[in-house]
Nanobody, 123 residues
Framework: QMQLVESGGGLVQAGGSLRLSCAAS????????MGWFRQAPGEEREFVAA????????YYADSVKGRFTISRDNAKNTVYLQMNSLKPEDTAVYYC????????????????WGQGTQVTVSS
């Protein structure tokens, strides 16, 4: 089992920034492709960003491209999501997830999930 714990969420005004962190334990973090997903009230969970196990490739949803940056530090067993120019529509619970398979934008391809961290963007 790999345990994932997110942190860094909070309340921010539109145009502001937040940096989410996800600390992993229990498995060899560097072997996993990692992703960030989010879920707003009444909505389906949606893909935000993903990074391959060595960090050599990153992928983004169109809605966050150019504003969000995913990165990882395998020495610290941590994946990050830097969120800039935040908009009210970015308000959601953000989850990090680990996939032992190939990179994917589908939540069902991820084996491990954190408990989520709330991000609220006020207008």
């Amino acid at each position: 089992q790999m345990q994932l714990v997110e942190s860094g969420g909070g309340l921010v005004q539109a145009g502001g920034s937040l940096r989410l962190s996800c600390a992993a334990s229990g498995h060899t973090f560097s072997r996993y492709n990692m992703g960030w997903f989010r879920q707003a009230p009444g909505e389906e969970r949606e893909f935000v960003a993903a990074i391959t196990w060595r960090g050599g490739a990153t992928y983004y949803a169109d809605s966050v491209k150019g504003r969000f940056t995913i990165s990882r530090d395998n020495a610290k067993n941590t994946v990050y999501l830097q969120m800039n120019s935040l908009k009210p529509e970015d308000t959601a619970v953000y989850y990090c997830a680990g996939s032992g398979g190939y990179y994917s934008r589908q939540s069902y391809d991820y084996n491990y999930w954190g408990q989520g961290t709330q991000v609220t963007v006020s207008s």
